[in-house]
């Protein structure tokens, strides 16, 4: 019974920490890295669901692919332009209203919790609502252009009034979300050094600039690196833009067809899996390299030493 | 020891849970076939308005132990995502319709499909026109993987209304004789907009795609090479010139647009194969009475027709075979044609005082039986090839550009050339 009890103890202290965090590591190997290497494999075969004769191993066949395809160029393109127009004036902007938040206010509750509503409203439905602001034809987006003397656009005729749709709808949905999280980064900053600042005749601007930026640096790193990611996966919104959200084509001619729309379309619709297996994987590269360049960059720009 | 024992507890519980969590990943499915004597479902996928919702209320009232479920998506949709199914082996329903556009590409695969012919569907084969039945006919001939449902005789709608409102003829021989060819399909459509100033046909892609219907080769031969430059390019040609005379409304098919402009009147013509005319009734049902039917130019053609086929993997074969002969039976192909427009395609029933005599009132009285009927019997219909499903999205996709200005005229052609062999290929 004695030695029982002490392998029982022995097993508590050694092991059991290990059994307690099991169950995440076996869901993440099973959805989340299993996928990821099978998908891996996947890309070194020719795998097509419309003709499965055609089966075995392509090597880097399809990876030779994409640098020429010309398709996957215009999507890589397309990507990174909605990407510099929604994450910079989102996080810019996020900052300025986190810093307005962050001083005295009336209502200050209602004004933290409605910054969050955009975030909490399902991404599909609000899509559809922003489709009626950028219609072509009875858009309100046209109306209010109208009545400032702006010729109607067509706002899914051409690449940057496309692009600048896009964006619009990731940074109305993320603005808010980030600028919380700034807040409560900020709300950790003592007041005195606002104060001492201040008596040294700093204004709001150079406080922002030269006190805040800085001592929230690493969320804002944080948040840099979140929207790359999710700006370089871009999907939702391209797909329900298009005026047939199935065709997964971002425009008649591609105007704003992301990456992940065009892998979406060459694994499903093309149903060629081979090859959409490489495109997701190049994305993933793509994304880890950009990540790590901007997270550079803000920490340079925000004079952090890390 | 205690505490200990109670960690263990926890643990096995955390352990346990997280078991049950992955076990209710894997299960959950309602992939049992279903019992005897209780009840089968059988599920139909389609896409628009197949006509099926009063049937399957008849089906089901006759047949107790069935239930039927409707499953209508976007068109290209539903054909990718049977493709889909196939492959993985599960999940496919039990009647898959398949348009005539994606039918080569499936009869290809005809051991993913129950052989109708051991249904004893070989007595169909007379009744069908001659083309319909081959078309859906594995390449040895031994296996049926469908059986036709309609054909997309083509024929010209307008609006009388807004004919008259522009000064032009409204009576359906005399705007038939309007235009005998689509040269002069596009110089009626210059004088509307002229004296209207609306534009007279919905999209470039509605004139193209009957256009090319009509030529005798379509986007591939029959040794599926892909031929633009027969009759694509004629009705690529034809398309742009009336593009570029004005006469678009530029409205995305299918789209929201689209339907807001039946409803809004922001075209006048609509080419218009036998199914159109159930679109048209469910889109704008306000505008009762002001359509009729005329002559297309050019001649007849084929734009679509359906084949209503059971995947292998059907659980329940038998009974979604029966479904299947039910529903080409005369009564109910006639029933689908009075409710949505689709024409049958057993010339048999063109004959019947049901098709024949049939006016509706929906667009002015015309007899659109005999009419839509005279245009299926006099047709020699193309070869669609495998990819021409994706080909002919391709073409389109170009149509539209042109029409939003983000491709010159001078260079679409060139443009379709390079997105049709890119589809080919894809």
Same mark, same amino acid.
């Given at each position: ?10 097993? @508590? ?37 419309? @003709? ?106 051409? =690449? ?39 008596? @040294? ?46 065709? #997964? ?15 979406? =379309? ?9 090859? #959409?297996? #490489?495109?997701?994987? #190049? ?24 | ?43 139909? %996928? ?61 009869? +290809?695969? %005809? ?64 705007? +038939? ?17 002229? /004296? +209207? ?37 004629? $009705? ?11 006469? +678009? ?14 409803? /809004?009147?922001?075209? %006048? ?47 329940? $074969? ?47 009285? $015309? ?33 539209? *550009? ?9 260079? %679409? ?10 589809? *080919? /290929?894809?």
């Amino acid at each position: 019974m004695r030695g029982l009890s002490h392998r029982l103890h022995r097993f @508590d202290v050694k092991h059991m920490p290990y059994v307690l965090i099991a169950p995440f590591f076996i869901l993440f190997a099973i959805f989340g890295l299993f996928p990821l290497i099978f998908n891996g494999v996947v890309a070194l075969r020719t795998w097509r669901l419309d @003709d499965p004769a055609q089966d075995g191993w392509a090597g880097l066949a399809n990876f030779e692919r994409l640098l020429t395809d010309e398709d996957f160029g215009n999507a890589l393109y397309n990507t990174f332009g909605i990407f510099v127009l929604s994450t910079v004036p989102q996080l810019l902007l996020a900052l300025c209203v986190a810093f307005l938040l962050n001083r005295r206010l009336r209502g200050q509750t209602w004004f933290r919790v409605s910054m969050l509503l955009p975030y909490i409203t399902p991404l599909t439905a609000s899509t559809l609502v922003f489709l009626v602001v950028f219609g072509r034809d009875t858009g309100v987006a046209n109306w209010v252009l109208s009545v400032v003397g702006v010729d109607a656009i067509d706002w899914r005729a051409g =690449k940057l009034q496309s692009w600048v749709a896009i964006a619009t709808m990731v940074n109305w949905k993320w603005i808010g979300y980030n600028a919380l999280l700034y807040l409560s980064a900020m709300q950790t900053i003592p007041r005195d050094i606002y104060e001492a600042s201040a008596l @040294d005749g700093a204004t709001a601007w150079k406080q922002l600039w030269r006190i805040t930026v800085p001592m929230i640096l690493p969320v804002v790193i944080f948040t840099v690196v979140l929207s790359t990611i999710g700006g370089l996966q871009l999907f939702t919104e391209p797909m329900l833009l298009d005026s047939n959200p199935a065709s #997964a084509s971002g425009g008649s001619n591609g105007e704003w067809q992301t990456i992940a729309q065009l892998i979406y =379309k060459v694994g499903w619709k093309n149903l060629n899996l081979g090859y #959409a297996a #490489a495109m997701s994987w #190049a994305l993933f590269l793509i994304i880890v390299v950009v990540a790590v360049v901007n997270t550079v960059l803000t920490n340079r720009l925000g004079g952090g030493k890390r | 020891m205690r505490l200990h024992r109670s960690g263990w507890v926890v643990a096995t519980a955390l352990v346990a849970v997280g078991a049950l969590a992955l076990a209710g990943c894997k299960g959950g499915g309602s992939d049992e076939p279903s019992k005897p004597g209780g009840a089968v479902e059988l599920k139909i %996928a389609f896409w628009g308005d197949f006509g099926l919702d009063e049937l399957k209320a008849k089906y089901e009232a006759a047949n107790p132990n069935v239930k039927i479920v409707l499953n209508s998506g976007e068109y290209n949709a539903q054909h990718e995502d049977l493709q889909k199914k196939l492959i993985a082996g599960s999940g496919a329903p039990d009647i898959a319709a398949i348009d005539e556009g994606f039918i080569v590409s499936f009869r +290809s695969q %005809a051991d993913k499909f129950v052989n109708l012919l051991d249904k004893g569907a070989s007595k169909y084969q007379d009744k069908y026109l001659g083309w319909k039945w081959k078309q859906s006919l594995s390449a040895d001939g031994k296996t049926q993987i469908g059986l036709g449902t309609d054909v997309g005789g083509l024929a010209m709608c307008y609006r009388t209304d807004l004919f008259k409102a522009a000064g032009l003829p409204v009576e359906r021989d005399k705007v +038939s004789a309007l235009w005998p060819t689509w040269d002069d399909f596009i110089k009626t459509g210059q004088d509307y907009t002229a /004296k +209207s100033k609306k534009k007279f046909v919905d999209n470039g892609t509605n004139l193209f795609n009957p256009i090319l219907g009509q030529q005798p080769v379509g986007f591939y031969d029959e040794s599926e090479t892909l031929k633009m430059d027969g009759g694509p390019k004629a $009705a690529f040609d034809m398309t742009l010139k009336a593009v570029g005379a004005g006469l +678009s409304a530029n409205l995305p098919a299918f789209s929201p647009e689209w339907n807001a402009g039946f409803v /809004k009147g922001d075209f %006048a013509v609509l080419a218009c194969p036998a199914w159109m005319q159930g679109h048209i009734k469910n889109t704008a049902p306000d505008t009762a009475g002001k359509w009729d039917v005329a002559a297309i130019p050019g001649g007849g053609g084929n734009w679509g027709g359906s084949f209503l086929t059971v995947p292998k993997q059907s659980k329940n $074969a038998d009974e979604a075979y029966k479904l299947l002969e039910w529903l080409i039976q005369p009564e109910q192909q006639i029933e689908i044609f009075k409710k949505v427009g689709n024409l049958p395609s057993q010339p048999a029933l063109y004959k019947d005082p049901a098709i024949a005599d049939f006016k509706n009132p929906f667009f002015s009285n $015309a007899p659109v039986g005999q009419i839509f009927s005279k245009t299926a019997e006099g047709l020699t219909p193309q070869y669609l090839g495998k990819k021409n499903g994706p080909t002919r999205v391709a073409v389109e996709n170009v149509i539209n *550009s042109v029409q939003a200005g983000t491709t010159k005229a001078a260079d %679409a052609w060139a443009q379709a050339l390079k997105e049709a062999d890119k589809a *080919s /290929k894809a």
